[in-house]
């Protein structure tokens, strides 16, 4: 199978289920509470690797209390953080949602206090040792020296464009695959997204069981169906084995 390195972040998310979504200034009490490992980046890599793909992360992750979260869920799925900076300051991004159970709806308050992966860190990578190199679309200064040195070392890539950051259009062709979000999409436009790419899809979301997978966060439980829908939605012609 292909080996596969993600550029991104790692968040702790701290989920509350509510009922309904609350008034403000309303007291509510939660139905349920999770504290669970999150991020594009390693939620991607997780679901690869679950699907028999070795993984490694690029990322950045302090040395404090909540990144062991993060430590454990990569291990438990084999998820490769040799290329990962380990600061001793900074506090872990986290995300504190509040999910509706009534309407599926997912409202997110993020705080992050962590310098961005950057290029330095980057270029000392020997990328000749993966098949296949993905970014998230963040950290956009830095961002277009680690695509450009991806093209010269040879090694295809994708860009994840989820939100309209300044300055990311013009790196859109850089990367083999661009992935668009629904967000990304409906603020600039369709014909924002259309590149002169030899394919073009419009990948439907597969259908999901609960609210909670709403998040999109890996579940080992997930049904053969879903399953098998997830494979066909990741291991398009790009993901073939090498």
């Not at 690797?49 to 302090?62: D, E």
């Not at 040792?129 to 991806?150: P, Q, V």
């Not at 609960?210 to 879903?226: C, E, G, I, M």
Request: aromatic content about 8%; hydrophobic content about 40%.
């Amino acid at each position: 199978m292909s080996s596969i390195l993600a550029v991104g972040i790692a968040t702790l998310d701290i989920v509350n289920t509510l009922a309904s979504y609350p008034r403000e200034d309303e007291e509510v009490r939660a139905l349920a509470q999770s504290r669970v490992r999150g991020g594009n980046a390693t939620n991607t890599l997780v679901i690869l690797s679950q699907l028999g793909h070795h993984c490694s992360w690029a990322g950045v992750l302090p040395r404090e209390p909540d990144s062991q979260v993060v430590l454990d869920d990569l291990d438990r799925y084999r998820v490769d953080i040799t290329a990962v900076q380990r600061p001793v300051s900074g506090k872990l991004p986290t995300s504190y949602i509040s999910l509706s159970a009534e309407t599926g709806s997912r409202t997110i308050v993020h705080y992050r206090d962590l310098p961005e992966y950057d290029f330095d860190v980057f270029d000392a990578l020997d990328l000749s040792r993966y098949d296949w190199l993905h970014f998230e679309g963040r950290n956009i200064g830095e961002l277009g020296s680690m695509l450009e040195k991806a093209r010269q070392a040879g090694v295809p890539c994708s860009l994840e464009a989820e939100k309209p950051r300044e300055g990311i259009e013009n790196l859109f062709d850089l990367p083999d695959v661009l992935l668009f979000s629904r967000a990304y999409v409906r603020q600039k436009g369709f014909q924002a997204c259309l590149r002169p790419r030899d394919r073009f899809w419009d990948i439907p979301v597969p259908k999901i069981d609960s609210a909670f997978d709403n998040l999109f966060v890996p579940q080992p439980s997930w049904s053969p169906s879903t399953a098998q829908q997830l494979r066909k939605l990741v291991a398009a012609p790009y993901l073939a084995p090498i």
